[in-house]
């Protein structure tokens, strides 16, 4: 089976270089691994952008806990960067009922635990507005605020 990786949003600055972009307009955050489905709001939110004629970039479970390379790698954007948290709750994600820790994350391959943090809008808003001092967009498919 071929796939054209054109066929998704990009995700890394050799994607971006393969459309031939020159630059990025907006560029989304999300807590979830990247699925390009409509069950996944920074998919959603992330056509609906490009449908508008937009160059859309999205950055899927950015590591926060290291050099914070993901957070750059794609530079500053022409409008501004998104944040979706993803589609489930974090801290339901992350604990029981009991408040135990859970084991794993059904959103993120292999259901590997600890691919985002508690709370990652906060986080991730946090990260960007010490590297970049831009506009934000954070929310979901049901709202969207802006800081």
């Given at each position: 089976m071929d796939y054209n990786i054109q066929q998704w949003l990009?995700?890394?600055k050799k994607e971006v270089e393969q459309r031939g972009w020159k630059s990025i307009d907006v560029i989304l955050f999300t807590g979830d691994a990247y699925v390009?489905?409509?069950s996944f709001g920074?998919?959603?939110i992330g056509r609906l952008l490009e449908s508008l004629g937009l160059n859309v970039a999205i950055v899927p479970?950015?590591?926060w806990?290291?050099?914070l390379r993901d957070f750059k790698k794609l530079g500053k954007p022409n409008l501004f960067f998104g944040i979706s948290p993803g589609c489930m709750d974090s801290m339901v994600n992350h604990y029981t009922a009991a408040k135990r820790r859970r084991s794993d994350d059904a959103c993120t391959p292999g259901n590997r635990s600890g691919a985002r943090p508690d709370m990652p809008t906060i986080v991730?808003?946090?990260i960007?507005?010490?590297l970049f001092?831009?506009?934000i967009f954070f929310g979901s498919l049901h709202y969207l605020f802006f800081t």
């Open positions: 990009p995700t890394t390009d489905h409509p920074g998919a959603v479970q950015p590591n806990q290291d050099d991730y808003t946090k960007l507005k010490e001092i831009h506009k």
